[in-house]
């Protein structure tokens, strides 16, 4: 997180906007869903993505770090804000934003640990060899974030607690299926080796052969059968919020369909869902009797 000069004071506002700046420009597809929300509630997710964002990166986008200078930023982000938790603010650019969040709406404090816990295991583990396997790392870096949104969106019932984990593993499965070739580069496999056997598929080889048609297949539905399961929880919403994540659902699922349009290929291509498509979907949901 970039220092500011002592004499530099950061307002809340000043944080909320550099959160927001953040969602802008790296989660576009979360951004353009969260303006779908009242004002009031929008700035919250905005928060929660920064923080978790600013982890990412920590592990991802720190150029030529060794791993224990990483580790060490990673534990130092967390102290930071469970120390500011302890004292209720924070004079941080990014974090003055997201202890008021989770203040203002009684975030349990050990969400953020079991995050910082899975983005940790990024830098040592490069392999998961089961599908449970998988969702044990997956509920950290990815269901965890369900269970920080559910207290901003406010659900009319606790039996949204399961589907907005399963719309958090829909999520991370996605970008797990859309970035093989990025997390090949990082070294890392995000699909699960007993998977890769079943079918004969390499990902290392990163050909488009029909094992790996097969593997891919198989993966994408799986992937679906967790946002079917998502949602059954978005009755559970208030009309607003169900907007809100009724169009990152359909954004992010949009991704699965672009994967297949391309033949299974993403090792040469990015499936991505245009901009146009994500400000549109915005704009309608956002309309008056929607």
């Not at 004002?39 to 978790?52: N, P, S, T």
């Not at 490069?126 to 870096?141: F, P, R």
């Not at 070294?187 to 390499?202: I, K, M, S, T």
């Not at 949602?231 to 994967?259: F, H, K, M, N, Q």
């Amino acid at each position: 997180m970039t220092a500011v000069a002592q004499h530099t004071v950061v307002t809340l506002e000043d944080s909320y906007e550099r959160c927001r700046a953040l969602n802008k420009r790296y989660g576009t597809t979360y951004y353009w869903s969260t303006l779908v929300l009242p004002r009031i509630k929008r700035h919250h997710v905005w928060a929660i993505y920064a923080f978790c964002r600013h982890a990412d990166d920590i592990v991802d986008d720190l150029g030529p770090v060794p791993v224990a200078e990483r580790a060490a930023a990673l534990q130092a982000l967390g102290d930071r804000l469970f120390a500011d938790l302890a004292v209720g603010r924070s004079d941080d650019p990014i974090l003055k934003a997201v202890v008021h969040t989770i203040r203002a709406f009684d975030h349990d404090p050990s969400c953020f640990r079991r995050f910082l816990d899975a983005m940790a295991k990024d830098l040592t583990i490069a392999t998961y060899e089961t599908w449970d396997d998988l969702l044990g790392y997956m509920d950290g870096s990815a269901a965890v974030i369900g269970e920080m949104m559910l207290p901003i969106l406010e659900p009319t019932s606790p039996l949204a607690l399961a589907h907005a984990r399963d719309l958090g593993f829909a999520f991370q499965l996605t970008n797990f299926l859309r970035d093989v070739d990025e997390d090949l580069d990082r070294g890392r496999v995000y699909l699960p080796q007993e998977d890769l056997r079943r079918f004969g598929a390499d990902p290392h080889r990163r050909t488009v052969d029909e094992p790996w048609r097969g593997l891919m297949r198989f993966e994408l539905e799986r992937c679906r059968a967790l946002y079917r399961s998502a949602d059954e929880g978005v009755d559970l919403l208030p009309p607003a919020s169900a907007r809100c994540i009724s169009a990152a659902r359909t954004l992010y699922s949009e991704i699965l369909d672009r994967i297949e349009g391309a033949g299974y290929d993403v090792f040469t291509t990015r499936a991505r869902v245009p901009t146009w498509r994500k400000a549109s979907l915005a704009i309608r949901l956002a309309l008056p009797g929607r």
